[in-house]
């Protein structure tokens, strides 16, 4: 099993940018497809962006392509996202999401979730 940690949320302007990480603990980090989704209230939860194992292929929403991107070094055990340009709706609790062998990178059947952590963006 993996665990998995959020942090790096907080509040920003429109237009401003945040960097979330996703620190991981327990098996090699190497092993695990990972994913980013959101959760914004009252709405059903979002693929945001996925990296494959090696980190050489990225997958993201079209909502956040251009202006999102995700990462990882697996010597540290971290996965992490570089939100700039962000907008209003933008704002959601963000989840990092590790699996061995996901379906579908998009998929939110990811088998390890952290806790989540809240980005809001103010217009």
């Known amino acids: 099993q993996v665990q998995l940690v959020e942090s790096g949320g907080g509040l920003v302007q429109a237009g401003g940018s945040l960097r979330l990480s996703c620190a991981a603990s327990?098996?090699?980090?190497?092993?695990?497809?990972m994913g980013w989704f959101r959760q914004a209230p009252g709405k059903e939860r979002e693929f945001v962006a996925a990296i494959s194992r090696s980190g050489g292929s990225t997958d993201y929403a079209d909502s956040v392509k251009g202006r999102f991107t995700i990462s990882r070094d697996n010597a540290k055990s971290t996965v992490n996202l570089q939100m700039n340009s962000l907008k209003p709706e933008d704002t959601a609790v963000y989840y990092c999401?590790?699996?061995?062998?996901?379906?579908?990178?998009?998929?939110?059947?990811?088998?390890?979730w952290g806790q989540g952590t809240q980005v809001t963006v103010s217009s």
């Open positions: 327990g098996r090699t980090l190497s092993r695990y497809v």
């Open positions: 999401a590790a699996d061995l062998s996901p379906i579908t990178p998009r998929s939110g059947s990811y088998d390890y």
